[in-house]
């Protein structure tokens, strides 16, 4: 494959200082390995060396698909380095950069399952499991930082506003403030479906923990996505959110 070192950066967007140090193609698996660092200064005597033996251990996040290979990054970066803002970088503990995790979330905000999400990325399970535990124990961030404010007023303006137009099946939009409020606990209804109390329980307890907006707003789709699909048995439970 006709691909040089700088054309790979350009593709994974790096910018100075950081580069492609080596590459490796495996054609069998459709995979490409990247190793990134800093540009090493060459000069007298091996100076270059002395910031090579800065950079800490090597991070390996899987990254989005560059035209349909399988993208690994190899991340070689000195301990100092803050790579929070940088799509193809991640959290030392997660197994996918930025701009990865922020695809894979938004499959989550579709509905897509485990296996399906699986399927369309060709992400182990396991590693799957990883990133949603962590999103659910508030331990993975999506919300970009500029944009956290915008978001958190944004939350209170919606709250306070009038309910919005139920949908077709009955069930109040997903805009309407009645979930947040059922949510958080500060709205309480009779529930004599099992399987709603359990889903409750469970998100409820997720919601103490989790600070980060989009990650909250995943939790109450979750929520509206099965009043919606079991409706029909939910008759006593809506009768009572479209009384607030």
């Known amino acids: 494959m006709a691909l040089d070192k700088a054309l790979l950066g350009r593709l994974l967007q790096l910018n100075e200082p950081w580069t492609v140090r080596e590459f490796r ?42 035209a349909g290979w399988r993208c690994h990054l190899h991340v070689l970066a000195p301990a100092s380095a803050d790579l929070s803002a940088l799509p193809w970088a991640g959290p030392a503990d997660m197994p996918f950069s930025q ?9 989550f905000n579709e509905g897509v399952s485990l296996n399906g999400i699986c399927a369309i990325t060709g992400i182990p399970l396991q590693e799957l499991w990883k990133f ?19 978001a958190a007023q944004a939350a209170v303006a919606a709250d306070a506003a009038a309910p919005a137009v139920a949908s077709d099946d009955d ?23 099992l399987s709603l109390k359990l889903l409750m329980t469970r ?14 707003m995943l939790k109450l789709r979750e929520l509206h996505r099965y009043f919606v699909k079991n409706a029909r048995m939910l008759g006593h439970e809506l009768a009572q959110l479209r009384t607030h």
Request: a negative charge; hydrophobic letters at 45%; zero cysteines.
């Open 25 to 66: 193609f495996d054609p069998g698996a459709r995979r490409v390995d990247a190793w990134i660092g800093l540009e090493v200064q060459r000069g007298w005597f091996g100076l270059g060396r002395k910031q090579a033996d800065q950079e800490g251990a090597e991070r390996v996040w899987r990254h989005i698909d560059l």
């Open 99 to 107: 701009a990865l995790s922020k695809q894979v979330f938004a499959l």
């Open 132 to 150: 949603k535990f962590a999103l659910d124990q508030g331990k993975a961030a999506i919300t970009d930082p500029a944009r956290a404010a915008v």
């Open 171 to 193: 069930v109040p939009d997903v805009a309407d403030p009645v979930w947040l409020q059922l949510i958080e606990g500060r709205r309480d209804i009779d529930i004599r479906a």
């Open 203 to 216: 998100l409820r307890s997720q919601m103490e923990v989790i600070t980060d907006d989009e990650v909250r």
